[in-house]
Each structure stands twice: as C-alpha cells, then as structure tokens.
C-alpha cells in the first residue's frame, strides 16, 4: 500500500451576521489555534496546534502511512470575547483524500460574544 498525504487549509473568519457563511467584507480571523487529531488513534494530536496567519489561513499536509483508513477531527480553539457560528469540530473521513491533488477547505466563522 502507497503512503498517502492529506492536504487541508482552514479559514478562520468573522462572522459578522452570525450564518455560518463567509460573505464579502467579513474580515479574517488571524492567531487562531487549529487542531487535527486521529480519531481511532484515541484522538491522538497529529498535527502541533496551527495557527492562522493575517488572512485567517492555515495549511495541513499530514502524512497517511500506508494509507490506512484513518479519520481525523479537526477543532478550533475558541477564544475569549467569542463565540463559534460553524461547527466546533470537523470530522474528516478517509473518502476525502481519495483525489491527492485535491485540498479540502474547513471553515470556523466567529462573532463577538456579547
């Protein structure tokens, strides 16, 4: 069986009206902490905690040995001051690196808590 890579960016942003969709004019989200775990290894951390840049960006290229049937769940910190309009956690299944040159985008969208 062939190593395999999972390639991945995630976008951190504000969510200004709150739907979970990012619109024209809603500003990045930068230092953000963006997790990816092993979710049949126990949630073991695979990745050390990335953090987004001035554009709310972040990039995953995790090594797949043997490409095995592995499933990850990616997670953002929430900061204080914030509260999350996207899902917390992601589940990523194995069927989304089947095309390698393919990146897959995850979105966490904010608004102030208030």
Known sequence: MT???WH??????????????????EPPLRNMEIHVDAVRN???????????NKDGEVQFNVPIPGCSATVFEMYV???EGYRI???PRIAV???????????R??????????
């Open 8 to 25: 991945a960016f995630a976008r951190t942003w504000i969510d200004s009206n709150g739907d979970g969709v990012v619109k024209d004019g």
């Open 93 to 103: 299944h194995p069927d989304v690196w089947e095309s390698l040159g393919t990146a």
């Open 105 to 114: 985008v995850y979105y966490f969208g904010f608004v102030f808590d208030q």
């Open 42 to 52: 126990r949630l073991t951390a695979i990745s050390w905690p990335a953090i987004t």
């Open 77 to 79: 910190d929430v900061p």
């Open 85 to 87: 309009t996207t899902s």
């Open 3 to 5: 190593d395999r890579a």
